[in-house]
């Protein structure tokens, strides 16, 4: 099969062009959209770069080419129609030309309005552990999070291995449902001595990427 079979695949449109998303691979962030030619999609998968068409300068271009702030690719994916791809990708510094994570920067309000703040993550843990740096910096009153954190990392650390046992018996004795209750309050408190000690979530989908590459066993 040729290396580029699966191009002949892929619905381009009138203009020659196919949207394409492009996805954190190890968190899911959506990080931006943008379109693609097949000479784009040549290049991205024969060099291991995200390169894309731009539409408003009628040229190609590479992710990163000015910035810095490249698109390693870990895979490309074709929808079930083929008129759409998927970039999972591997991003250097901020996706957005505005300096923001994300391209998606901006929410749309209970009323209409549009709310530019930081896209707490795609991933539910990403989004608790947003939460959790949220109450760290804003302090609410009453938040059991805040007590925790005021306790400090050694009484957290003894927390986190309260609940790893409850875990252990509920996995041994207790039903499904049990089990799943007491692993969420495990991944809770483990999310507040991460955050306790400073330690990005991004470090440990790192550190879960290289075990699922057999580097860590």
Sequence with gaps: MSDTNWLSAVRFGADGLVPVVAQ????????????????ALERTAASGQAHY?????AALWRKGESSGHVQSVREIRLDCDGDSILYRVEQSGPACH????????RAVGTHGALARGADPGGHLLSRLA?????????RPAGSYTVRLLDAGVPAI????????????VAANTE??????????????????LLGAR????????????????????
């Design 24 to 39: 954190e691979s190890r968190s899911g962030d959506v990080l931006m959209v943008a379109y693609a030619n097949r000479e």
């Design 130 to 138: 947003a939460t959790v740096a949220a109450r760290a910096s804003e």
């Design 175 to 192: 039903d499904d449902e049990r089990l799943a209750s007491e692993a969420a309050d495990l991944l809770y408190h483990l999310l507040v």
């Design 98 to 105: 505005t300096g923001s994570p994300t391209c998606f920067a």
């Design 53 to 57: 068409y731009s539409r408003s300068r």
């Design 198 to 217: 400073g330690v990005p979530l991004d470090t440990v989908w790192r550190q879960l990427e290289g075990r699922e590459k057999g580097e860590g066993g």
């Design 157 to 168: 650390s003894q927390k986190v291995g309260e609940e790893a046992v409850e875990v252990v």
